[in-house]
């Protein structure tokens, strides 16, 4: 049974950091092989895309408001995907989730997801 399971979010000072995790079980073969993202929710909005690492080349991607601050990574042998966040803002405040696929795919997995809220 594929899951994605989301951990490291929480209540954090606007300026601070965190490193968000995903761990992943019950895929054929390694991670490396797979298209994973990261995505953020807010109540009210649609779904926003955060960063995207590529299968094999582990090239990465992100999304406007992610450049620069936000760094997605995974380590293949634990079977974990990251993301951290430097210098968060109040409008990082939001679920993120992860998901992956495989290139081809008719199905994409996801998570449930971690809360991130950035507060003073």
């Known amino acids: 049974q594929v899951q994605l399971v989301e951990s490291g979010g929480g209540l954090v000072q606007p300026g601070g950091s965190l490193r968000l995790s995903c761990a992943a079980s019950g895929f054929t073969g390694r991670i490396k092989n797979l298209i994973m993202r990261w995505y953020r929710q807010v109540p009210g909005k649609e779904r926003e895309f955060v960063a995207r690492?590529?299968?094999?080349?582990?090239?990465?991607m992100y999304g406007d408001s992610a450049e620069g601050r936000f760094t997605i990574s995974r380590d293949d042998a634990k079977n974990t995907l990251y993301l951290e966040i430097n210098r968060l803002k109040p409008e990082d405040t939001g679920v993120y989730s992860c998901n992956a696929y495989r290139r081809g795919a008719m199905t994409s997995y996801w998570g449930q997801g971690t809360q991130v809220t950035v507060s003073s």
């Open positions: 690492i590529e299968s094999g080349s582990d090239s990465t």
